[in-house]
């Protein structure tokens, strides 16, 4: 069984046993048809970051979180091994805790945590039946690309699995995948002007997959939201420009993915979604042949 821990600020004991039966109860509705055998804690603070990290550091696993011009994490699950086994403690900002207590915004927060508590769900059933895998090399371009797909699932997943909680006063997540679709062209238009200059492909390639890990994850959630309300006849009106065929074949081969979930293999399920990943980075300026020396980067002007 999880408990819930509340590190915030400006409340007394009678306040947080209060607000702990409260979300506890809320947790228990949202939980329905999900896995949480292995969800230990879920910890709403004041201090989020530093919470976090020290988290982190006290199970040995890599410290941080997403921190962007385009918004940072107010809530994080992080999975670690205790005694053997595999657990999960969800963090989740205190601006979060108030929100649950604000009938104006309540929504967001309960979509918000439900999504997290969907993510547990799914990293529970994926690797019951599912080869984990991690990118050892970083010239290793398909297993990069396939990890670059296997975070997309998560977002995906998560927000179809918690779609109960998605409301109207909730807003899809088209404007936001439109804006990083059009900024990434700029942006590597720019960073192959510079390889123009200074000759390293490699620095391309570094930018390429940080730049589409975002639009991937962003556009996970526009999917997974979709789906669950069952929109797709209308991601051909998006008006994604160069980015509407791709968004078409994203939105295809994850509902491929889940009509078979969770029964996966490994890493070669994701396979025909890295294909597409290529695809797009192509489109991009960013492409990839082989011979006996190994993978070559070619870098040439952005098709888009």
């Known amino acids: 069984m999880f408990e819930i821990e509340l590190r915030i600020q400006d409340i007394d004991q009678v306040q947080k046993d209060a607000a702990t039966k409260s979300i506890q109860k809320l947790v228990f509705q949202l939980i329905s048809g999900l896995d949480m055998k292995d969800l230990e804690l879920i910890v709403y603070t004041s201090a989020f970051k530093v919470d976090l990290i020290s988290f982190q550091r006290s199970k040995s696993i890599q410290e941080g979180y997403t921190e962007a011009s385009f918004g940072s994490a107010v809530a994080k699950v992080i999975s670690y091994i205790e005694n053997n086994h595999q657990k999960y403690t969800i963090f989740v900002t205190d601006i979060l805790f108030w929100a649950l207590f604000n009938e104006k915004a309540k929504d967001i927060a309960i979509h918000t945590l439900h999504h997290e508590l969907a993510h547990v769900h799914d990293n529970t059933m994926r690797f019951h ?36 909680s998605f409301t109207e006063t909730s807003t899809l997540r088209n404007e936001d995948v439109r804006n990083l679709s059009q900024s990434i062209v700029k942006t590597m238009g720019e960073t192959i002007d510079e390889y123009f200059m200074d000759g390293n492909s490699y620095n391309v390639f570094i930018k390429i997959q ?13 999917l997974g939201q979709v789906h669950g309300l069952k929109l797709q006849k209308y991601l051909d009106h998006m008006q994604m420009e160069y980015f509407t065929p791709y968004l078409v074949r994203l939105s295809d081969e994850l509902e491929y993915l889940y009509t078979r979930y969770p029964d996966w293999t490994g890493m070669r399920d994701l396979l025909p979604l890295a294909k597409i990943i290529l695809d797009l980075w192509e489109a991009l300026g960013v492409s990839f042949d082989a011979d006996q020396e190994g993978v070559n980067i070619i870098i040439s002007k952005p098709l888009v």
């Open 129 to 164: 039946s599912y080869e984990s895998f991690e990118v050892t090399r970083g010239d290793d371009i398909l297993t990069i690309a396939c990890k670059l797909g296997e975070i997309m699932w998560m977002e995906y997943i998560a927000d179809r699995l918690a779609i109960a």
């Open 210 to 222: 940080e730049e589409s890990n975002l639009l991937l994850n962003i556009t996970g959630n526009l």
